[in-house]
């Protein structure tokens, strides 16, 4: 449904800033410079309880052909917990980042 003066949705006013709390929710069409993220970094992978830490991380440039979606909540799946373990393969064996983001699907192809 489009955020046009038919929509039911309730307007709210919130300020610009780089960095938004759990819960907060930033203006319409703007990015934030970075965000909280639940990730994962090679030297930590193990178990998920450990190897899972939420961090502050910067906000991937975006570019003509991404998407930024606001996630209101998320779940953890075999998926994350095998990324956690590095089993039977590790993320960072498929990119080149410093961390893997959970709530991102995968990095973008530029950073590969």
């Not at 095998?82 to 960072?92: R, T």
């Amino acid at each position: 449904m489009p955020l046009d003066s038919n929509s039911p949705l309730t307007a709210y006013v919130a300020v610009k800033k780089d960095l938004y709390e759990m819960g907060e929710m930033p203006p319409l069409g703007h990015v934030p410079k970075q965000m909280y993220g639940w990730a994962i970094r090679k030297e930590r992978h193990g178990e998920p309880d450990t190897a899972m830490l939420q961090e502050v991380l910067d906000v991937p440039e975006l570019d003509n052909y991404d998407v930024l979606v606001l996630v209101m909540a998320a779940g953890i799946n075999y998926n994350g917990v095998w990324a956690a373990l590095g089993v039977p393969i590790s993320p960072f064996d498929s990119h080149k980042q410093p961390y893997h983001c959970l709530l991102y699907t995968s990095p973008s192809p530029r950073d590969s």
